[in-house]
């Protein structure tokens, strides 16, 4: 086995596959095959294959073409961080990587006038298979929409079960992907268009009864190209990404998501004020109140709504330390809520539009809708903090 390879291109492939690899550790070089990966090359195409332990279920299959030279094709298993750590501080533009024996190694990386050798290799064949599973669920849609529900909606996951992870919700009739999160505390949810969608059973998988885990939205989103198209599948357990280079499998969680549209429903009935604000200018404001504030991640918002105006505050000890105002367009009675500082600033830094919209109870007790002016395929609840 031997190919020729560009240094930042060697590094970019295996920055992708990083986080999956298992981070079981041994001094052993015949230690766990999961602290490796495979590498295979042939033709113009090198190509990574990583699995993360089983508790974490995850496997990445990754390529990338006309960045090799093969001048002998083959696989081999060499343990992720000694490749990964070498490579990193490798001076020269261009590697050689040779292995003699595809069996016992070594691996010998030349790199200029710097040679290396790494012994930390296994036998391609005892890297365990990725396997595919059967699939109930096909989804085709746009990669950068896919990221973008995700980044949407993914700070919402919470650690209790049936609240620990992504519920994917679609629908048939409309062609459309929704994913949503919540904590108990607050929701998210973030939806998009299924360019093709395909069942392979005629009754609907319980995809209520199945969760991403936080870990899996996160590589998921990682894996989201620029192409045109990607496929996402769910089956037994299971779920499969397909992109142009890259293919990401894994298990779901067990649990069963809340009933949330129902309590969406619910809610719509009892916000009756709506507040505009400037989005950019709110999240300076929240940046000021985590700053001053004595514990950052529990800071509070103090948000005193009237006409014309909103009057941020933070209170500490009994004693006001910070007030701000921002003018804003207001329809209702005057309301004041406090907040949950950091759950306020997801939001907005989440959206990238100009204006945000607060629809808000009667009372300082009750939820909080967050929307985006001209947008119906993204919303948010955050339940205010009730203070002593």
Known sequence: MKFIINRKDLTSILQRVQ??????????????ILNHVKIDVADNRITITASGASGEGLSMVTHMDDCVQVDEPGSICVKFSRLFNIVKVLGHETCTISVENLMTGPMVIHNGR???????????????????????????LSPVELKRIIGESEFSIGNRQNFNGMYIDFDQSTQGLRFVSTDANR????????????????NDPELNKKLL?????????KCCGEGE????????????????DTLLIGNMLGGTFPQYRQALNNLYKSVS??????????????DRVRTIALNKDNASLNMSFHEQEVVFSLSQ??????????????????????????YVQDILKALESELVIFHLGRTRDEACIVRVPGRSDCEYVIMPMRLS
Not at 19 to 32: E, F, H, L, R, Y
Not at 187 to 202: R, V
Not at 275 to 285: E, F, G, H, Q, S
Not at 319 to 342: M, N, T, W
């Open 19 to 32: 986080s999956i690899v298992s981070s079981q550790a041994s001094k052993d070089i015949k230690g766990p």
């Open 114 to 140: 710097t040679d290396v050798t790494i012994d930390e290799t296994r036998a391609a064949v005892d890297f365990p298979p990725v396997e595919g599973f059967s699939t109930d669920l096909t989804m085709k």
């Open 317 to 342: 000890n009994g004693k006001r330390i910070f007030e701000d105002h921002l003018a804003i367009d207001y329809e209702g009675s005057p309301v004041e809520i406090v907040f949950k500082c950091q």
């Open 229 to 244: 198209f990607c496929t996402l599948k769910f089956g037994d357990n299971g779920f499969m990404l397909e992109g142009e």
């Open 187 to 202: 929701m998210s949810w973030s939806e998009t268009h299924i360019a093709e969608l395909s069942m392979e059973s005629g």
């Open 213 to 221: 885990s936080a870990k899996a939205v996160a590589e998921i989103k």
């Open 273 to 286: 004020n709506i507040a505009t604000l400037d989005r950019v200018k709110t999240n300076a404001i929240c």
